[in-house]
């Protein structure tokens, strides 16, 4: 269907795309792997695009920002600790929406906690309490220390 408006016709075929490729998994996967291919064969291309088009980066981040604000979040949270956005939401319930060090609710969106040596997940954190232990670069005997500072120059017994 013909548009005389560009930005209409834009929009139109996207969608139409987009239904395309909901209804025919094999052409996406078709698609993906033609990509590949060009993206081999033409490694500078990207790097080139980006730097002469700062621009249109910042708006279609903006734009991705606009239709799925917490897209981002869920996909570094997948990549670095392995959890999905359904698996965070359990955690977070299952912590009754509470730091599990300071036992206050969440303000900010949780940190996970891991083990740094083995990659293991924890429990939630508030900002502050994960910024306090990754100070304390995770060890118990320093932190024990910092309690037993703590009491002795403390004004309350």
Same mark, same amino acid.
Not at 64 to 87: F, M
Not at 95 to 122: M, S, W, Y
Not at 127 to 142: A, E
């Given at each position: ?16 795309? %987009? ?22 064969? @033409? ?8 730097? !002469? @088009? ?7 981040? %903006? ?31 299952? %912590? @009754?929406?509470?730091? !599990?060090?300071? %036992? ?19 429990? +939630? +954190? ?23 500072? +703590? ?7």
């Amino acid at each position: 269907m013909p548009y005389k408006d560009p930005v209409e016709q834009k929009e139109y075929n996207r969608l139409r795309m %987009q239904r395309y490729r909901a209804t025919h998994p094999e052409y996406v996967k078709q698609e993906r792997e033609r990509f590949k291919l060009w993206k081999k064969a @033409n490694p500078k291309y990207q790097s080139e695009w980006q730097k !002469a @088009n700062p621009g249109k980066i910042k708006e279609y981040e %903006q734009r991705a920002r606009e239709l799925c604000p917490t897209r981002r979040a869920d996909t570094v949270r997948k990549c670095k600790y392995g959890i999905t956005r359904e698996e965070f939401d359990k955690m977070i319930q299952a %912590q @009754n929406g509470l730091c !599990a060090i300071c %036992q206050q609710p969440f303000i900010k969106t949780p940190c996970v906690d891991h083990n740094h040596a083995t990659g293991e997940n924890r429990d +939630l +954190l508030c900002h502050p309490c994960n910024h306090g232990i990754g100070n304390f670069k995770d060890n118990p005997d320093i932190l024990s220390k910092a309690i037993l500072y +703590l009491q002795k120059h403390s004004l309350v017994s």
